[in-house]
Nanobody, 120 residues
Framework: QVQLVESGGGLVQPGGSLRLSCAAS????????MGWYRRAPGKQRELVAI???????NYGDSVKGRFTISRDNAKNTVYLQMDSLKPEGTAIYYC??????????????WGQGTQVTVSS
């Protein structure tokens, strides 16, 4: 069973926008934080943005001022609005949740990733 389901990736031109969504399954609960990480070709995974259940946010330096993370706690869903996209934003974007899972306990859970390609 997939715990986190991402959607919204795709191909966009430089300067364009995309909105990613990530919905947590009902098997996750007491979700402390949700966020997005990305892995570009040949590079290590890096933090994009993270948001706590109380709405406190943190962004990676490379996306500050261009990306906005938000969260709907009632739906256990996190969103990432990406504006002014740059070619270096091309990566697989992964959703993450610090949560408890029924039958498994507390842990760090990951989605399968969604491809974002920024190219003209």
């Amino acid at each position: 069973q997939v715990q986190l389901v991402e959607s919204g990736g795709g191909l966009v031109q430089p300067g364009g926008s995309l909105r990613l969504s990530c919905a947590a399954s009902n098997s996750l609960f007491s979700i402390a934080s949700m966020g997005w990480y990305r892995r570009a070709p040949g590079k290590q995974r890096e933090l994009v943005a993270i948001i706590t259940s109380g709405g406190v946010t943190n962004y990676g330096d490379s996306v500050k001022g261009r990306f906005t993370i938000s969260r709907d706690n009632a739906k256990n869903t996190v969103y990432l609005q990406m504006d002014s996209l740059k070619p270096e934003g091309t990566a697989i974007y992964y959703c993450n949740a610090d949560a408890w899972r029924v039958g498994y306990g507390h842990g760090d859970y990951w989605g399968q990733g969604t491809q974002v390609t920024v190219s003209s």
